[in-house]
C-alpha cells in the first residue's frame, strides 16, 4: 500500500501544467520579443547547425537533449533513442523555453556535464515559476518565487563545461565552483522597462533577455582588445590581444577566431601573417580541432579521442605575439583586424549547410597604426 500511495504522488508530481512560451507572450511582451530573437529560442528544428551536428552525432538519438530541449516531457527517451524530437509537440519546440529556465530548482555538478534539476508542481495547482525579482506579482497563470539559484546558478547547468564519452573536453566556459554573476552581466544587462506588459509596480528596469553573444556586433566588439607595437628601423611587429571575456575565446567547438594583419607601405602590402588560410599563423589562431581513434581529423566533437590543434585564450588572458617582417620605415601602416567564423573551414564539408552566412567571417575587431 506504501508503495502504491508513493507512486501515486510522484505521478501526480509530474503533472503540472506546462506553460508554452506564446502564452507568456500575453504578459511579458517585451521580455518575449527579446527571447524570440536570441539564441535560447533555437532548437533542434530552426537551428539549421546544431540539427547537423546533432544528427551527424548520431542519427538515432538525440543525445543533445538536456540542454538543446530540455523542455520536453521524457528527455530521457529523446537520449536513448526511443524517441526523436517531434516538431509537433510543443514542449519540445519550444527550445530552452521560459517555463523551463524558470523552474530550475538545483543544479547538480558533475564530471560529463552538470545536471538541472527542475521543480515539479502537485496538479491541480498553479505552477510556480522562479527568479531573482525580489516582490514579484502572481497572475492568474502561475505563481512567482524569488530564488537565490537566478542569482548564482542559473547559467551554470548547461553553460558549465561539457565532456564527451570518451573523456575529451568538447567545452568549458566556466571554472569549478564559478557562479553565474559573470554571465548575468555580460549577457543579461539590465534596460529599460518593467517585466510585464501591464507594468503595475512601475519597475525602471529588467534583465535582458535577448541573451547578446558571438551574434550580436556590439559586442563581438566589446569582447577583445587589440594593440599593435610598430618602430621605425624594426623588424619586429607585436599584436597583443586581450580576452575581455570571463570565460574563454574559444567555447562553441564549431567556432574559429582568428588576426589578420597586415604591413602596407606606399598603398600595397608588402607583409601578412597569412596568405590563404588562417591556419597558416598557429600563433594566430584560435580554434580546437579533434581527432579520432585513429588520430585523423574528426570534425564532430562527440567522435573525439583527441585533439589534433588546440590553441585558445583564457578569460581575462593577455596574448602576445611577436611576427617578424620587413624592416619597418616610417609611414607604413599596420592594419590589425580580429575575426570570427561561426563555423570554421575544417568542419564544413561534412555539415553541408545550407546558410550560407554561418561561414562568412565576422569583424570582431579593427585597429589601425602608423610607423613613426
Not at 505521478?11 to 530573437?37: F, G, M, Q, W
Not at 547547468?157 to 573523456?167: E, L, Q, R
Not at 557562479?179 to 548575468?184: L, M, P
Request: hydrophobic share 30%.
Amino acid at each position: 500500500m506504501k508503495k502504491i500511495v508513493s507512486l501515486f504522488l510522484f505521478s501526480t508530481l509530474l503533472c503540472a501544467v506546462y506553460i508554452p512560451n506564446h502564452k507568456c507572450k500575453e504578459c511579458h511582451e517585451r521580455i518575449y520579443d527579446e527571447y524570440s530573437r536570441s539564441a535560447h529560442s533555437k532548437t533542434y528544428f530552426n537551428d539549421e547547425l546544431h540539427r547537423r551536428v546533432a544528427d551527424l552525432a548520431d542519427s538515432k538519438k538525440y543525445e543533445c537533449a538536456a540542454c538543446h530541449m530540455p523542455a520536453a516531457s521524457d528527455v530521457k527517451a529523446l537520449e536513448s533513442g526511443k524517441e526523436r524530437p517531434n516538431p509537433r509537440n510543443v514542449r519540445e519546440r519550444d527550445a530552452i523555453s521560459c517555463f523551463y529556465c524558470h523552474t530550475i530548482a538545483f543544479v547538480k555538478e558533475a564530471h560529463r556535464h552538470n545536471i538541472i534539476i527542475p521543480a515539479k508542481q502537485a496538479e491541480g495547482y498553479k505552477p510556480s515559476l522562479y527568479g531573482n525579482l525580489e516582490n514579484p506579482d502572481e497572475n492568474d497563470k502561475h505563481s512567482c518565487v524569488h530564488s537565490p539559484i537566478y542569482d548564482r546558478y542559473a547559467c551554470v547547468g548547461c553553460h558549465s563545461h561539457k565532456t564527451n564519452a570518451h573523456g575529451v573536453e568538447i567545452f568549458h566556459a566556466m571554472k569549478p565552483n564559478e557562479s553565474s554573476e559573470s554571465c548575468i552581466k555580460c549577457h543579461m544587462p539590465k534596460i529599460p522597462g518593467g517585466v510585464e506588459k501591464m507594468n503595475k509596480k512601475d519597475r525602471a528596469h529588467h534583465y535582458s533577455h535577448y541573451f547578446r553573444g558571438i551574434h550580436d556586433a556590439k559586442m563581438r566588439k566589446e569582447a577583445i582588445d587589440l594593440n599593435v607595437t610598430a618602430k621605425k628601423g624594426s623588424d619586429r611587429l607585436i599584436v597583443t590581444l586581450h580576452n575581455r571575456m570571463p570565460h574563454p575565446l574559444i567555447i562553441q567547438p564549431a567556432r574559429m577566431k582568428f588576426l589578420k594583419v597586415e604591413l602596407i607601405r606606399d598603398g600595397k602590402t608588402i607583409w601578412r601573417n597569412f596568405n590563404t588560410s588562417p591556419y597558416e599563423d598557429k600563433k594566430g589562431t584560435f580554434v580546437i580541432e579533434f581527432t579520432g581513434r585513429d588520430g585523423k581529423p574528426v570534425s564532430i566533437p562527440s567522435n573525439a579521442y583527441g585533439y589534433g590543434f588546440k590553441n585558445n585564450l583564457e578569460g581575462d588572458a593577455t596574448k602576445r605575439i611577436v611576427y617578424k617582417v620587413p624592416s619597418m620605415k616610417s609611414g607604413d601602416t599596420i592594419v590589425a583586424t580580429f575575426w570570427v567564423y561561426l563555423v570554421k573551414p575544417s568542419c564544413r564539408g561534412i555539415l553541408q549547410l545550407e546558410d550560407k552566412s554561418l561561414m562568412r567571417p565576422y569583424l570582431m575587431k579593427k585597429i589601425s597604426t602608423k610607423v613613426h
